[in-house]
């Protein structure tokens, strides 16, 4: 307990501090509180959406305003609030589980922040603008999103936009690459490292290699837009298949950018809560190593009914994607069997990951199917299964994961009773909202549409899926109340509250500047485990020196 | 482990049921083919969720610790003979379902011989123009003013789709098909309907402004009807 004054949270060092900071611990909550900023600002737009599609009939918005709302809450999930949670939780916990100081390149490191949220605000400022935002959909195929079509600043707004966070997300990801293959702490071998560690190492490579196809597609994009030039444009002898292309080699490793670090949370808090090593540790990292080198291979899944690609070969990767995922469920599973399971917030919603992502995956291997992708390509049934993967999934995981490591980062406690209140409003609101939808999209009802006539009897589904999304929103509600209530009035967390295994809980909450003041030493990967036993043999009095 | 055999097995096969019922059998040979597939993609997928559910619930449910048992449980890090099966288990579903896709993609994507009519599709912003090729027959129209086409059933029918502007999306959501129409390009699909009826189609991909009102009507009737129809509108179209 020699520690316990180290662990009082201090205040910032007033606001100039958060504006010129190059602290990866500052950087990285900068990171988040954007990305959850983003995380609400796009989830309204989604309350709004599902409002309108409570019933037949245009009631709130009109379809210009419907296109803006659906193609700002993709965008603003996908770019400004997935991948920046992404990248600040590594920002936060990479150096820690390493045993690091900071990053490889503290300034590169706030540059990035930056970049990515002046791209966020500069989409966003679209609603600003006499024309609106962007309303070509979160995917923004051209030729639609060409000048002709959708003529107006509030494109070129999100072009931009999305272009400079795409950029921030390489320097983000060279950076966190340096870090852990530069300044691993002496002992931490690349096998002794944590899984969530492990799966950053291969988002980053991902963010590495198909950013750069985003940044290409939306240049040639802006080209044709601005500068008279028709990459995208039949008549001028371009092609809209090759957007498509260049947008979803990006596109489908952004899905594995937005899943594999939140695999990497729950592989950390599974075996914590379990009291046991994760099962099968090298096969966790062959099967994320295998998921990564899949996801380059499959785009043209999402591009079957263009007749413009070779079914069997992108269905056949698509499917394989399935067999590292199952490793993964069972590992998960081996973890938890014959252990000492604690049912804390952070485990509960890792149990919601596991169902909800397992939904999720297995809808994914029908759309791999061209037949069958065929048929339910760009309907509803897309709009569940990927909200089963990416809310089910990646948002289930991240709340597992705040509820983790906001102790370690604001040395308080949130509140377990709320955050039993907020899993389980989050899990009925989140199957209310999106299990219907299967439904729809089986009968017929296609993505992006304002409205749909009584007669297609789209009606009910529709209505318990808009009541699900305001569940979702009550949650929501729920974890910003525990969050402001705990950091201000919260229990002392201590260096260590779950019993952890991992550096992060070596040091204390929150960490000072440099990190450690000492780190214990590195013979497996759960440092701080075999600390802890070999102190509780050495006498009854535990504890850290 | 064996009394939870047959409780797992009851809700797979609820979930079975479940999971295939909601597909309406399509009344089309090509449509047929995605039945079959979707229901052995289903019994597939129910089996598998069903199991590993159980597998996660039981696990939590069996190894939840006791309030007042303090001590480490076993510290077993792994078996490679187990996660060797669990590598192979899937594969060998996935290749499975692999070659029954392969089976099912002929099927839809077959084109006729001689398919009965050639029925150019162009879509644009917001609506569909329709041409029988060879019969000097177009039936176009937009949103307020559906255009209605008619085919006939027990004939393979192809349609040759293209855009003029964006990209759309040529759905038959009974059919249980679609085919983007992309500017520049060409796809096509042969349908072969086998009951008589209104199909309504509808567009697909996300095309502007009316994209949710782009619909349009596929009537099936039989063949003879089909000639006279045809026969009447190149009368009109030709007085016109």
């Not at chain 1, 990866?24 to 990171?31: A, C, E, Q, R, T």
């Not at chain 1, 002794?192 to 291969?202: L, P």
């Not at chain 1, 297609?456 to 929103?473: K, R």
């Not at chain 2, 979707?38 to 199991?51: D, K, L």
């Amino acid at each position: 307990m020699a520690t316990l004054e180290h662990s009082v949270p201090r205040t910032a060092g007033g606001l100039l501090e958060w504006f010129t900071s190059v602290d990866h611990k500052k950087i990285g909550i900068l990171y988040l509180s954007s990305a959850l900023v983003f995380f609400v600002l796009s989830g309204i737009l989604a309350l709004v959406m599902r409002s309108e599609l409570a019933q037949p009939g245009l009631q709130l918005v009109d379809r210009q305003t419907y296109a803006q709302l659906f193609t700002m809450h993709g965008t603003g999930m996908m770019f400004f609030f997935g991948t920046p949670m992404v990248i600040g939780l590594a920002n936060y916990f990479v150096p820690l589980h390493i045993g690091a100081p900071d990053v490889a390149f503290p300034r590169l490191n706030a540059f990035a922040f930056w970049l990515t949220l002046a791209g966020a605000v500069m989409a966003f400022a679209g609603f600003l603008t006499a024309t609106g935002a962007a309303a070509f959909g979160w995917t923004a195929y051209a030729p639609l999103s060409g000048d002709a079509y959708s003529p107006g600043t509030g494109a070129d707004l999100w072009i931009i936009g999305v272009a400079l966070s795409g950029v921030a997300g390489v320097l983000a990801a060279v950076n966190l690459l340096a870090t852990i293959f530069g300044m691993r702490a002496p002992g931490m071998s690349m096998l002794r490292m944590s899984i969530f560690n492990w799966n950053i190492v291969v988002t980053s490579i991902l963010i590495a290699f198909s950013f750069p196809a985003l940044t290409v597609a939306l240049a040639l994009l802006w080209a044709d837009r601005n500068l008279g030039s028709s990459f995208f444009e039949p008549a001028g002898g371009g092609d809209p298949v090759l957007y498509q292309h260049l947008f979803w080699f990006f596109g489908h490793p952004e899905v594995y950018i937005l899943i594999l670090p939140f695999f990497g949370i729950v592989t950390e808090i599974i075996p914590v809560f379990s009291r046991k090593p994760v099962f099968g540790y090298k096969g966790f990292v062959f099967a994320t190593l295998l998921i990564g080198a899949y996801s380059f291979s499959v785009w043209a899944h999402h591009m079957f009914t263009t007749g413009a690609v070779d079914g069997p070969f992108f269905s056949a990767t698509s499917m394989l994607i399935a067999v590292p995922t199952g490793i993964k469920f069972f590992n998960w599973i081996g973890t938890m069997w014959g252990g000492k399971i604690r049912f804390q917030t952070p485990m509960l919603f890792c149990a919601g990951f596991l169902f909800m992502f397992l939904m999720g995956g297995i809808t994914g291997v029908f759309l791999a199917s061209p037949p069958l992708d065929y048929f339910v390509h760009d309907t509803y049934y897309v709009v569940a299964h990927l909200h089963y993967v990416l809310f089910g999934g990646s948002v289930f995981a991240m709340f597992a994961g705040l509820y983790y490591w906001i102790p370690k980062m604001s040395g308080r406690m949130l509140s377990e009773g709320l955050g039993k209140l907020h899993f389980v409003l989050l899990l009925v609101g989140m199957n209310a909202a999106f299990f219907p939808m299967h439904q729809l999209g089986i009968d017929g009802m296609q993505r992006r549409i304002p409205d749909y006539p009584a007669s297609f009897g789209y009606a009910q589904e529709n209505l318990v899926s808009t009541a699900g999304a305001f569940l979702i929103a009550l949650a929501v509600l729920v974890f910003f109340i525990n969050l402001f209530v705990s950091l201000r009035r919260g229990p002392l967390a201590g260096d260590d509250p779950w019993g952890g295994y991992t550096l992060e809980w070596a040091t204390t909450s929150p960490p000072p500047h440099h990190n450690f003041h000492r780190l214990p030493p590195i013979r497996s990967a759960r440092p701080v485990f075999d600390e802890r036993r070999e102190n509780a043999q050495a006498g009854p009095e535990g504890g850290s020196p | 482990m064996t009394r939870l055999v047959r409780p797992i097995s009851c809700m797979a096969l609820l979930v079975m049921v479940g999971a295939s019922a909601c597909v309406p059998q399509a009344p089309s040979v090509q449509g047929r083919a995605v039945n079959q597939l979707y229901g052995i993609f289903a019994v597939i997928a129910s089996i598998i969720f069903v199991v590993t559910a159980a597998l996660i619930a039981l696990s939590m449910l069996r190894y939840r610790a006791k309030p007042s048992d303090d001590a480490l449980p076993a510290q077993f890090e792994g078996n490679v003979k187990l996660e060797l099966i669990w590598f192979a288990i899937p594969t060998v579903i996935v290749v499975v379902l692999f070659i029954l896709t392969l089976q099912k993609l002929d099927v839809v994507t077959e084109r006729a011989p001689d398919p009965e009519s050639i029925i150019e599709v162009d879509a644009y912003q917001w609506g569909w123009s329709f041409t029988y090729r060879g019969e000097g027959v177009n039936i176009s129209g937009g949103p307020h003013n559906d255009p209605e086409l008619v085919v006939p059933i027990d004939r393979a029918v192809a349609f040759e789709i293209s855009a003029e502007d964006v990209q759309h999306s040529f759905y038959l959501p009974r059919l249980l098909i679609k085919r983007d129409a992309i500017p520049g390009r060409t796809n096509r699909v042969d349908v072969e309907i086998d009951e008589p009826g209104r199909y309504i189609g509808k567009c697909a991909e996300f095309c502007g402004l009316l994209h949710a009102e782009m619909n349009f009507v596929v009537r099936a009737v039989p063949p003879l009807e089909y000639r006279a129809w045809l026969n009447e509108r190149k009368q009109d179209d030709g007085n016109a």
